[in-house]
């Protein structure tokens, strides 16, 4: 029983060019992504397994995968959407004259500025030591944005905390074009933000309920 599927790319292959090759993409989305669909598919299945018969031997392994697959999965869905061509919407700031003025509010609010915020992100991602992410999180309870660095996929967050911008620093998501150097990437993925799919995301997460008041 399936429960979770790769969800289609929102564009081409060759949409993100010259940021991010069609090879990447493909690659990343038909082979690593769909693995932590699978992945993930796959552990809920031996935990079944291992309820059913009342065997633990491998729940610690078990648990730590199903974190480590879902988190894939959701990350990955959330990246694609967050990435727009750079020859059509994507990059620049979110300007308040292109509908996305509460979150470049919120960005100056909770950093002091775009700048500020551009450069935390910038370093958060681009010094994770092994496989992670920068991430952009709305925080309920402080009703603030916070940078995560995200080890693996699931590690380093706050309970709670909403992803509404991630890049993907782990050198699957860079290393064919951009060799080793992750700075460069992470510095081009600028151009390729999709502000409106972040700034909706942010609209989305302000209305959840905290899991607790402040
Ligand atoms: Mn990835």
Redesign the pocket.
Known sequence: MAIYTLPELPYDYAALEPVINPQIIEL?HDK??AAYVKGANDTLEQLEEARDKDAWGSINGLEKNLAFHLS?HI??SI?WHNMASPKDSGGGEPLAADGVGDLADAITESFGSFAKFKTQLTKAAATTQGSGWGVLAYEPVSGRLIVEQVYDHQGNVGQGSVPVLVF?A?E??FYLQYKNQKVDFIDAMWAVVNWQDVAKRYADAKNRTPLITP
């Open positions: 990343h690593h992504h894939g990350l990955h990246y993907d782990w699957h998501a």
